[in-house]
């Protein structure tokens, strides 16, 4: 027989039931008391029936959170007590008890109450799931605001030495995401917050557990090791704290933009990898003074970026609301930060990979807020860009494998992006500037070649080796007519010459007996690859030269001058005159082909079609722009107008050169 839909609520509560509603909580069992437990729960909600709820009805609903087995049940009785916790205001009973002040004696008493709420996060029933993750954040957010500063850390150490990090993080990455949107982003924010107080915290010698987290840096770092002097006799170094990385002998006072956080994470770092951090150490000492990686400097630099990385300063209480009820899936799994709850790994990570970077770039002092951006950046690209999904293991290695070169042109891409959008057209005109000026730089050094002249294979025979003509065979291929050609000084003429043999020395441009007038060249075609590769040199083997005169050829059309009988036909024209082959070379090796192709298109005044010419270009003007955008400051964006210095005490005869700032007279 199917059971009865209990009735609503609010029925029960106008009608008068609130005093059967808690007597059912205190004696029922089974779906009767999962269906109460319910309705006290949208009642309590409602904000009806806190009269109700005493002391041992609270202490009956702990106890089935932690010994009834029913799904339903525990999902009715976790639900009651987050709305306990998460209502102080209507303690009646106990005015100015917290609800976790109310709940801690219970919990107490029933020390499997916060590991049963953690083990009930892995229940195949994501409503369950749901309520116990929502107790917890009331719990926490409860005890963060109300409890005392000695007391919510060691609730939430609790919590976490019971694995609830593992579980939450394990379900941000489930495929249950979605159906725990609402809990998984509320203790996210609760990250936050826990993250923010520990960094408005500051830290203070006077308090017990800070002066003893300071003095066990000390004490990790085998001060007796690295201290000996110049005479071999050990004693403790006099700048035991610059030792570690700190600018100075007072390292409580360096944490003031970090807070307790920084040194947690200082802490951390060292605490799980002591060995490595003494070596670590050791190795710095052999290093000159200035050239020293300042570990504990670079462990707050790395707690700023990874909190400046996860923004935390931004409330976002209402975030989970706003991206639970978007559609969009994007931002859906945007919203989701997993990587946020494995920090201190984030961190260990992140100073190694600051190290790595300091050594890879023999970096001194002076250049720590360089080794600084570039961390940051590579927190943005292997943290930020991480999927939902990814696993921290994942991201620990990409952070310790990162190409330094790849980071150093994420950089620069970075930096036009900056100026870009502080700039705008000025930055557009300054690139086209840049880019004419390395078209015609590049037009220059390619027309150079034309002058300087090329050897090019005419005639191929094959060698006295037996067997058939293959592309295996085709090295036995020896050029048997060698051609010079060369442009003229004034740029005018194109002159050449064949040869029975590549001569030792280039001929002089008087040897070569004929000339092409470049007035009468009408185009430049060439089978040339706009993508070939190019090679090393312009040289090239027996082998290259063969390949290049049966695949790569170089075609200069132009107009014969016109012969006595066709100048009598009074309406002859340029356009009925019949295209000719001027010349035809083959180049030896694609740099070659790349050279002249496009040097003799420039001649002419047209743009350049291969690959390596148009790479040249690019290369060239993003160098000059690269260097223009790291000699200016991002101050001077406002391209504010010079200031005109003053004439005070000044004669007729001296003047100032506004341009370069340099008086004359």
């Not at 940051?376 to 690209?381: D, S």
């Not at 008087?510 to 090393?536: E, F, G, Q």
């Not at 406002?638 to 005070?648: A, C, D, F, N, Q």
């Amino acid at each position: 027989m199917p059971l009865a839909t209990p009735p609503s609520p609010t029925y029960s509560y106008r009608k008068g039931g609130l005093p059967k509603l808690r007597f059912l909580a205190l004696h029922a069992t089974g779906n009767t008391l999962a269906y109460c437990l319910t309705s006290l729960s949208r009642l309590l909600e409602l904000d009806k029936g806190w009269d109700h709820v005493t002391d041992d009805l609270t202490r009956r609903i702990v106890g089935l959170v932690v010994a009834q087995p029913l799904v339903n049940v525990n999902r009715g009785a976790m639900s009651v007590l987050a709305a306990i916790v998460g209502n102080p205001s209507h303690r009646n009973s106990q005015p100015g008890v917290t609800g976790f002040q109310r709940l801690k004696p219970v919990i107490e008493s029933h020390k499997q109450f916060l590991p049963s709420l953690v083990e009930k996060m892995t229940s195949a029933d994501h409503a369950l799931c749901a309520n116990s993750l929502q107790l917890i954040n009331a719990l926490m957010r409860d005890t963060i605001a109300n409890e005392a500063d000695s007391e919510w850390p060691r609730f939430i150490k609790q919590l976490q030495e019971l694995g609830v990090i593992k579980s939450v993080y394990g379900l941000m990455q489930s495929s249950a995401v979605q159906d725990l949107a609402h809990p998984l982003l509320d203790f996210q924010s609760l990250t936050k917050i826990l993250l923010r107080r520990w960094r408005e915290e500051k830290v203070d010698l006077e308090k017990a557990d800070h002066r003893r987290a300071i003095r066990g840096l000390h004490v990790a770092s085998n001060p007796d090791q690295p201290g000996t002097d110049s005479k071999g006799s050990k004693r403790q170094s006099p700048a035991k704290w610059r030792r570690l990385g700190f600018e100075s002998e007072s390292p409580a006072f360096e944490f003031n933009s970090t807070g307790f956080l920084g040194l947690m994470d200082l802490t951390d770092f060292v605490y799980k990898n002591e060995d490595g951090f003494q070596k670590l150490l050791l190795e710095q000492s052999a290093e000159p003074l200035d050239q020293r990686c300042p570990i504990a400097r670079a462990s707050l630099a790395v707690t700023s970026t990874l909190y400046d990385h996860f923004e935390v300063d931004k409330a976002d209480e209402s975030e989970s609301n706003r991206y639970t009820i978007q559609d969009s899936r994007a931002n859906f799994e945007r919203a989701f930060k997993p990587l946020l709850l494995h920090w201190s790994r984030l961190h260990t990570s992140g100073l190694n990979a600051f190290i790595r970077l300091w050594k890879a770039a023999g970096a001194q002092l002076e250049d720590f807020d360089k080794i600084e951006e570039l961390v940051r950046i590579l927190t943005e690209q292997v943290v930020g860009q991480a999927p939902r999904t990814k696993e921290i293991k994942d991201v620990e290695e990409e952070l310790a494998e990162f190409d330094i070169q790849r980071l150093r042109e994420l950089q620069m891409e970075l930096l036009e992006l900056t100026y870009e959008d502080a700039w705008g057209h000025h930055l557009r005109q300054v690139r086209d500037e840049l880019s004419h000026e390395a078209l015609q730089f590049v037009k220059e050094q390619r027309i150079r070649c034309l002058l300087q002249g090329a050897w090019f294979p005419q005639t191929m025979n094959y060698g006295t080796e037996a067997g058939p003509v293959t592309s295996k065979t085709l090295s036995r291929t020896v050029p048997s007519l060698w051609r010079f050609v060369r442009l003229s000084h004034n740029r005018r003429y194109l002159h050449f010459s064949d040869f029975e043999e590549k001569l030792p020395t280039e001929p002089r441009l008087d040897a070569l007996r004929d000339k092409i007038d470049l007035s009468i060249v009408s185009s430049v075609v060439s089978n040339v690859s706009a993508s070939a590769p190019s090679t090393a040199s312009s040289d090239s083997t027996l082998k290259d030269a063969a390949h290049a005169n049966t695949s790569t050829r170089i075609t200069i059309h132009g107009y014969l001058p016109a012969t006595s009988h066709s100048r009598q036909k009074s309406d002859a024209s340029k356009s009925t005159q019949k295209e000719s082959v001027l010349l035809q070379l083959h180049p030896q090796s694609h740099t070659l082909a790349s050279e002249w192709l496009d040097g003799l298109l420039m001649l002419l005044n047209q743009q350049p079609i291969t690959a390596d010419t148009n790479k040249l270009v690019n290369l060239i003007g993003g160098y000059g722009l690269k260097i223009r955008l790291l000699n200016v400051r991002f101050e001077d964006v406002g391209m504010e107008e010079p200031i005109l210095p003053s004439r005070e005490g000044l004669d007729d005869d001296y003047y100032y050169d506004i341009g370069g700032m340099e008086p004359g007279v």
